[in-house]
């Protein structure tokens, strides 16, 4: 008996010493990513809103039985609607979510499925990469000449969006996300039946700003939101949810105010333009090509994904010459053999410096370089890399970077969410254009749940965007 008891013993210590081991990877993995997400995202700054996300946050965390991680929750500046969880309790929510959503309950469902996705470990198990870092799969050793030295203010970047394609989730996953999460929520209080409407609405914003409809797909890992909100539906019909005290009924006057679209201070992408205006620059991309703007850096590549360029911003008394030679003097030297070239260059009249690589792939040859340009005050890093056929394209990039125009900046525009009440004698239609407000007639009827030429109760809460230009 003594034995079997020692035994008993020894095995739930080594499973104990087991968890213990993989929380301490999900804090570390969490640390290092959250890091990175608010290093090339950004986090929201707006105290208010902050803390009343973290509020809910909370409210639902001390319904976990044990939970794993000391759970932090942030409001990130993307127009993408999103709430993610990273490993270790590291949970953000977008600024591009809130206008979809109509209630509390609605954003609490929604943490409590990112809450449950943390809690059980899923985004560790998910990792997957993203799409941008795919300019990093041309073949040829060439490739490794920038992948080895592209230093932290790019590489870390990568690793951020790359770990963004965290969120790819199995079905398996994502059904005990949202049952898990909706039981979590009913027993903070909150409507579990929120989760329901909160999809659906996503679904159709999704589908219109898209214009693809969702269908149903054996080979999607991620469930038809058609047969989620079904088992949703089912889950939720033997639940006894009283409602809680302490729920806010004025949901859209916690937010009136809050960032539409993305944050102009990041950089922004206006069709195959990237327009940095605080730090007055501009450069072009091909048509076709894919662009992503992440806090001062910019990532695109080409409909093919056979070339792809990456730049990174910041403010440096690091001339360009000096970037470039401390480049060439790290640079591990079986890549010496590669360099095509090694110049200085003038961009639009501002000095840069250039090493151009060339190298076989083993089918074709690539070509790609480094450019680092100083403008104003800000040193501007380039990597670049593709097929030698696309050489010419690359550099035109480069050669596309010039100061704003008054008539560019004149078209930068931020956008807020504002709150406004019907009159009594309007429709949705008309409070749009009383309002001036800048949104898709489709999606304004989604996101408010009414009718376009409906017309609406006096005193009727209505979502508008209102866009004002950023520069004065």
């Known amino acids: 008996m003594k ?20 929380v301490d990877y999900d804090k570390e993995k969490g640390k290092e990513y959250a890091d990175q997400v608010e290093e090339t995202m950004g986090v929201y700054d707006n105290a208010e809103m902050t803390a009343y996300v973290n509020k809910i ?7 976990l039985e044990e939970p794993l991680f000391d759970f932090q929750f942030k409001m990130v500046p993307t127009s993408v609607p999103n709430a993610f969880a990273l490993p270790g309790g590291y949970l953000y929510v977008t600024t591009g979510l809130i206008p979809l959503l109509e209630s509390e309950d ?14 059980n470990r899923h985004a560790v198990k998910s990792m997957r990469r993203g799409i941008l870092p795919a300019i990093l799969q041309i073949p ?10 592209l230093g932290n203010s790019i590489n870390n970047p990568i690793q951020a969006i790359s770990s963004l394609g965290m969120a790819s989730y199995s079905r398996k996953q994502e059904t005990e996300a949202d049952t898990e999460g909706v039981a979590l929520a009913a027993k903070a209080g909150y409507d579990p039946q929120a989760l329901k409407s909160a999809l659906t609405r996503l679904a159709g914003a999704t589908e219109i700003m898209s214009g693809e409809a969702e269908t149903k797909s054996y080979l999607s890992d991620h469930p038809y939101t058609p047969d989620r909100v079904a088992k949703i539906d089912k889950l939720i019909s033997s639940f006894d949810y009283p409602k809680s005290a302490g ?34 620059f501009r450069m072009l991309f091909p048509d076709e090509w894919e662009i992503e703007a992440q806090r001062d850096m910019v990532a695109a590549q080409s409909k093919d994904e ?54 076989d792939s083993g089918k074709e040859t690539v070509y790609g370089f480094r450019l ?12 670049a890399v593709g097929y030698l056929d696309q050489r010419k394209t690359l550099e035109e990039i480069m050669y596309s970077i010039r100061h704003l125009s008054d008539e560019e900046r004149s078209k930068v525009e931020i956008s807020h969410l504002n709150i406004v009440n019907a009159t009594g004698d309007e429709n949705l239609e008309a409070v749009n254009k009383r309002t001036n407000s800048d949104i898709d007639p489709k999606l304004s009827a989604l996101i408010n749940g009414v009718e376009l030429d409906a017309k609406l109760e006096q005193g009727t809460q209505i979502k508008t965007v209102v866009s004002t230009p950023y520069f004065e």
């Open 140 to 149: 040829g050793n060439i490739v490794g000449a920038f992948n080895s030295q």
């Open 372 to 383: 680092w340009i100083k403008y104003d005050n800000v040193l501007q890093s380039f990597y």
């Open 306 to 359: 056979k070339s792809g360029v990456i730049g990174s911003f910041e403010i440096s008394d690091v001339s360009p010459d000096s970037a470039g030679q401390a480049f060439l003097a790290e640079l591990n030297p079986q890549y010496h053999s590669y360099i095509h070239g090694n110049e200085k260059v003038m961009i639009s009249g501002r000095p840069g410096y250039m090493v151009s690589f060339q190298g």
């Open 3 to 22: 034995k079997l008891v020692l035994t008993l013993a020894s095995l739930f210590l080594v499973s104990a010493l087991t968890t213990a081991q993989k």
């Open 247 to 280: 729920v806010s009924s004025d949901f859209l006057r916690e937010f009136d105010g809050v960032l539409i679209g993305d944050d102009p201070t990041h950089g922004v992408v206006s069709e195959q333009l990237y327009i940095h205006p605080e730090f007055n």
């Open 106 to 119: 609605e954003l609490a469902c929604v943490m409590a499925h990112e809450i449950i996705h943390a809690q």
């Open 57 to 63: 946050g909370e409210r639902l965390v001390a319904q």
